[in-house]
């Protein structure tokens, strides 16, 4: 998770080839492709999904990798999952959809991405904000 969370591959990498397993999660279902999401790290994430990560894990509130990656901003990162398999319509507990995440933190690029995969443009949240 930390090698993750910083983005550094080839440790990652070097983990994942000594056994470490690549879904294990923390107390609250973070797991190692979370990490690399929510910092944007594209080709950590890259390497997880090569190792096995499961692409829409969802961490204990609902949130996948896609959805954190777009909830930041990072566009490549976001299509390195959308071409590993992700639901670009999946949402999280509150209803949220990563095109819902990236258009709130105002990620044009990200939305754009998002919509050209396939993302419906008017699913509505089930939580006011």
Known sequence: ???ASKGHTDCAKELL????V???????GWTPLLWAAYG???DCAKELLSSG???DLANKGGLTPLMEAASKGHTDCAKELL???????LANKGGWTPLLWAAYGGHTDCAKELLSSGAVVDLANKVSI
């Open 53 to 55: 990560a499961v692409v």
């Open 83 to 89: 071409s590993s398999g992700a639901v670009v319509d």
């Open 22 to 28: 690549v879904d294990l999660a923390d107390k609250d």
């Open 1 to 3: 998770m930390e090698a």
């Open 17 to 20: 080839s000594s056994g470490a």
């Open 40 to 42: 944007g790290h594209t």
